[in-house]
């Protein structure tokens, strides 16, 4: 059964660095697209890094660029997502997703499978 376990989230100042991991069971990383998603409460959910299949192509929201990196460990089955330099407004609870095709995507509903989340909080 395919299942995507996400790790890694806590409560961290403003200008701090979390590391989120998202393991994969039942399928391969490599040959599926991966994406980040956050969701704050009273809005919508909102895809913040992307990474193709094979190749690895990456792609950011413009709010994050710079600051967040995404990358998978083939080895491991698992993606991460290294997010630096975190302000308040980054305070979310976020999934990682994994969809059948190659390309990277920033819409939830082209996503066939679904980690249950993992709270980051960025607050003094």
């Known amino acids: 059964q395919a299942q995507l376990v996400e790790s890694g989230g806590g409560l961290v100042q403003p200008g701090g660095s979390l590391r989120l991991s998202c393991a994969a069971s039942?399928?391969?990383?490599?040959?599926?697209?991966i994406g980040w998603f956050r969701q704050a409460p009273g809005k919508e959910r909102e895809g913040v890094a992307c990474?193709?299949?094979?190749?690895?192509?990456?792609n950011y929201i413009d709010s994050v660029k710079g600051r967040f990196t995404i990358s998978r460990d083939n080895a491991k089955n698992t993606v991460f997502l290294q997010m630096n330099n975190l302000k308040p407004e980054d305070t979310a609870e976020y999934y990682c997703?994994?969809?059948?095709?190659?390309?990277?995507?920033?819409?939830?509903?082209?996503?066939?499978?679904w980690g249950q989340g993992t709270q980051v909080t960025v607050s003094s």
């Open positions: 997703a994994a969809r059948r095709g190659p390309g990277c995507q920033f819409t939830a509903a082209l996503y066939n499978y």
């Open positions: 039942g399928f391969t990383l490599q040959f599926v697209a």
């Open positions: 990474i193709s299949s094979y190749g690895g192509i990456t």
